[in-house]
Every structure is written in C-alpha cells, then in structure tokens.
C-alpha cells in the first residue's frame, strides 16, 4: 500500500495569513502515461464529513474558493490556502488514487492564531 | 443536487453483523462507481470498500476482505454493506461516498455510526 505522510500534524495560522500542508507518498502517484498526479486534498470542517477540494493535485473541484491552490508532483505534494478565513478551520487530508487500496494522509488540523 | 443518505448503524456486540445502507439521488446512480470509507473515532479516513457502477466489480481492503461484503440495487438507487464478525476496531463512522472513477471521492454522505463493544 502507499503510505502518505503529511505535515505538520497541527498548525495555526493567523486569519489573512497563508497556511501551507505538505503531503508526502511512499511511492510515486504520478502517472507518466497521462502525465497526472493520483493526488486529491479534502476538507473536514468539525462534525462534517470529508469534502473534496482539489484532485489531479492541483485542480479545484466546483465552488472551492480561489484561495485554495494544489502543488506538486511524483512524491511530493503541498496544499496551500493563501488568506486564511474562520469558515476554513477544520482537518485537511491529502489522498492518493493511483493504486488501491486509496490511502488517505494522517489529516492536518488547521487552526486560527 | 447529490445527496447520499446512510442508514444501519448502531451498537452491535463483537461478532455480530449488521448491514448498511446509502440512498443516493440527484445523479444517474448507475453509470457511478461508491464507496464506503470510515473513520474511527478521533482518526483519519480509511477506504473500506467499493463497487462499480454495473455491480459487477467489488473491491475490499484486506482488514475487511471475508467478513464485509457490498452490493448495490440500481433500481432503488441504493448501496449496501453488509458486516460480518464484527470486531473492536471495526467501531467507527461509515460514510457512503460516490466514485466518479480514479478511486476519489466527490460526494459524501453524512455517515452513520458502528460501535462495537461488549
């Protein structure tokens, strides 16, 4: 199975500012045939389940704010939002779907300063 | 709009069986593969199990391969898992989620509750 890693396991950002998640994969999720990264962010605000963000590492799925934005390739991956708003408090898990199993990253709790 | 609604949780003793379900409307149920993934308590997401939109094809991962097992009615727009010899650590929230290809996940249920304990 492809483990993915992601750090820091908490951070807290000030409101305004930009808060940065990375996302590691024990293995490449880069797929060399299409050129695609296997490679979706999530948002689980408390008590909600999972949204998806972004998907082939740096496409954002319908109605996700500009303030978003997915980075990255082969191993290494980074979801950063650029203006931190109180509704975007919650725990992000990056999500590799190059091979099955999917795995999911460990989450990233993003808090305000 | 895309709403998936789970059913059938509950407090079952270890090495009981209960089965869930997801209703599914506002797209076209069949062309779709799902998904259930479930979070423990305080813990990450885990992928449980999914199934192509024909039914045709199933898929498990390996802590639930033998004793859980999905299915899925078309006509009734609905997913089922069905769990076996429950265990301890099979305690979490199963979310039905709808596959749109490539193992991601776009849509997601509100999840219902699994507790098993003695």
């Known amino acids: 199975d492809i483990v993915m890693t992601q750090s820091p396991d908490s951070l807290a950002v000030s409101l305004g500012e930009r808060a940065t998640i990375n996302c590691k994969s024990s293995?490449?999720?880069?797929?060399?045939?299409?050129?695609?990264?296997?490679l979706g962010w999530y948002q689980q605000r408390p008590g909600q389940p999972p949204k998806l963000l972004m998907y082939?590492?740096?496409s954002r799925e319908s109605g996700v704010p500009d303030r978003f934005s997915g980075s990255g390739s082969g191993t290494d991956f980074t979801l950063t939002i650029s203006s931190l708003q109180a509704e975007d408090v919650a725990v992000y898990y990056c999500q590799q779907y190059y091979s099955t199993p999917p795995t999911f990253g460990q989450g990233t709790k993003v808090e305000i300063k | 709009e895309v709403r998936l609604l789970e059913s059938g949780g509950g407090f079952i003793h270890p090495g009981g069986s209960l089965r869930l379900s997801c209703a599914a409307s506002?797209?076209?149920?069949?062309?779709?593969?799902m998904s259930w993934v479930r979070q423990a308590p305080g813990k990450g997401l885990q992928w449980v199990s999914a199934?192509?939109?024909?039914?045709?094809?199933?898929y498990y991962a390996d802590s639930v391969k033998g004793r859980f097992t999905i299915s899925r009615d078309n006509s009734k727009n609905t997913v089922y898992l069905q769990m076996n010899s429950l265990r301890a650590e099979d305690t979490a929230v199963y979310y039905c989620a709808k596959t749109p290809g490539h193992w991601k996940f776009d849509y997601w249920g509100q999840g219902t509750l699994v507790t098993v304990s003695s």
């Open positions: 506002g797209f076209t149920f069949s062309i779709y593969d």
């Open positions: 199934i192509s939109g024909s039914g045709g094809d199933t």
């Open positions: 293995q490449s999720v880069l797929y060399s045939s299409n050129n695609k990264n296997y």
């Open positions: 082939w590492a740096s």
